[in-house]
């Protein structure tokens, strides 16, 4: 397949591409049965294979846009991997000249094995919408687009360019899906005000949202795999430097190394936002000015009182971590000593950690004669700010229900892209389900209810119109986080 444009107006063949007329859900208004049938595309990275989904979202789009006014483009990388584009520009007289991108990826982790439901049936069970991709990401997707078609109805004028983005390849690292729009199609995105994309993390207590967390963040990723190679032998002879023993050193080495205890603008901003949902001691450290914050920290971790304040999962807002998620020696009897040994290696590093010298310091520790490969890097990215008029229309929109406030995640998507770029990015998902449906992700059996898809479906359109029509404007800069007005 041949880089570039496949088609600019899609109308013309998609006329000819009967197909598409014929696939199910095309013709039913429903996101529901939009959702079902997008979940049947098996889109599973590698290879991806995102075209046939893709086609199904463009012609979606054309078939609900009878003005024409969206413009329609698959965009093919050199790799044969498809997104998706679609502008539905301005109309206002005093449109603001930028445009809202809104992001979710069409590929999906292999489904593997042990599923209840058939992992690309799109079946509706139980009061529930199975295959993968359920919520990462094509539940997302279809709340994205049906939030735009909805704008076509309206009697107000729109103020910004809304741009839907179906990228392909974000689950190995998004080198061929935004990486590559934005490297090779940069024009399309040279007026982008901010990204809404996935990686929203919303608390829960049971069925109860507590708050809203918004994506503004996220750390490194670096992954490596270390090889020790050498003399194997007999199981019974004396052989201290067998590739597995110095593996197994080596690793250990690795483990051993300190990382510092560093608060960052990321987790300060993360922390400080929490604080005031978390009266008492959390408010008293984290409500406070960075340095305040990492000195009272150092203080108490002096004095074993750290735990008091941290809650499950904080520690890695605040320290590079190190996890040795595989080894490998082969599969042989007991009795014999392998000549090679393997290890995967996954470090999460903060946003401003310094992944070259990392990486010194790691293969410092395994010493000479371990092998360390990158397999990914994904490079740091600026926090994205909380002052923006898109961050506070999401406060004051999403505020009615439950205080907002920003996070940061352990993981990496798109959002990295357009950070880097100087674009606000914020991962935000309009979905609240409890944590026994949110499970699914990456697992067996991933599914979402569809009464709390058609909620999210709705205040994603909710969002969408604030941000884009005319006569909703901002709340004043002065508003405070979290309080939201009507
Ligand atoms: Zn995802």
């Not at 483009?73 to 044969?80: A, E, H, K, N």
């Not at 002096?302 to 998620?325: C, N």
Request: glycine share 10%; proline share 6%.
């Amino acid at each position: 397949m041949t880089a570039g444009i496949v088609s600019g107006r899609l109308r013309r063949w998609l006329a000819a591409a009967a197909l598409f007329v014929a696939a199910p859900g095309l013709a039913a208004a429903s996101p529901v049965a939009w959702l079902q049938t997008y979940l049947s595309f098996d889109t599973s990275t590698p290879p991806g294979g995102e075209l046939p989904a893709v086609r199904y979202l463009a012609a979606l789009i054309e078939r609900h846009d009878p003005r024409g006014e969206i413009d329609v483009r698959i965009l093919v990388s050199p790799d044969g991997r498809a997104n998706l584009y679609a502008r539905l520009p301005a109309n206002a007289v005093e449109a603001a000249g930028h445009s809202l991108v809104l992001l979710h990826h069409v590929d999906v982790v292999p489904a593997g094995e042990g599923w209840r439901r058939a992992p690309f049936g799109g079946e509706l069970h139980r009061g529930r919408i199975w295959g993968r991709g359920a919520l990462d990401a094509k539940s997302l997707g279809i709340a994205h687009l049906e939030a735009m078609l909805h704008l076509l109805d309206s009697e107000l004028p729109r103020r910004r360019d809304l741009v839907f983005l179906a990228s392909a390849d974000e689950e190995a690292g998004g080198e061929s899906g935004v990486g590559w729009l934005l490297e090779e199609h940069g024009e399309l995105f040279e007026d982008a005000e901010a990204v809404l994309n996935e990686a929203g993390v919303n608390r829960m207590a049971g069925d109860r949202l507590l708050w809203w967390g918004i994506e503004t963040a996220q750390k490194q990723v670096l992954w490596l795999r270390v090889t020790a190679a050498g003399r194997g032998g007999h199981g019974s002879g004396f052989n201290p430097a067998s590739p597995t023993h110095r593996l197994l050193r080596a690793l250990n080495r690795v483990l051993d190394l300190e990382h510092a205890w560093r608060v960052t603008p990321a987790s300060h901003q993360a922390y400080r936002a929490l604080a005031a949902l978390r009266p008492g001691e959390f408010a008293d450290v984290f409500d406070r000015p960075l340095e305040v914050v990492q000195a009272e920290l150092d203080r108490r971790r002096r004095e074993g009182r750290l735990d008091r304040i941290l809650l499950p999962g904080m520690s890695a807002s605040f320290r590079d971590t190190v996890q040795i998620t595989r080894i490998d020696n082969g599969a042989g009897p007991v009795n014999v000593a392998p000549g090679e040994a393997t290890a995967l290696v996954d470090a999460r590093l903060l946003p401003d950690t310094d992944v070259e010298g990392f990486r010194r310091r790691v293969e410092t520790a395994l010493g000479s004669g371990i092998h360390a490969e990158e397999l990914l890097r994904s490079g740091g990215s600026p926090v994205s700010s909380t002052s923006s008029d898109v961050y506070r229309t999401l406060e004051r929109v999403l505020g009615v229900r439950a205080p907002v406030g920003p996070t940061m995640i352990a993981g990496t998507t798109d959002s990295r892209f357009f950070r880097r770029l100087g674009v606000d990015a914020y991962g935000f998902s309009p979905f609240t389900l409890s944590a026994d449906d949110a499970g699914g992700i990456h697992g067996v059996d991933e599914r979402i209810p569809v009464e709390g898809f058609l909620r999210g479906c709705e205040m994603m359109k909710r969002v969408v119109a604030a941000l884009v029509l005319a006569d909703r404007e901002p709340a004043p800069a002065s508003a405070a986080a979290g309080q939201g007005e009507p």
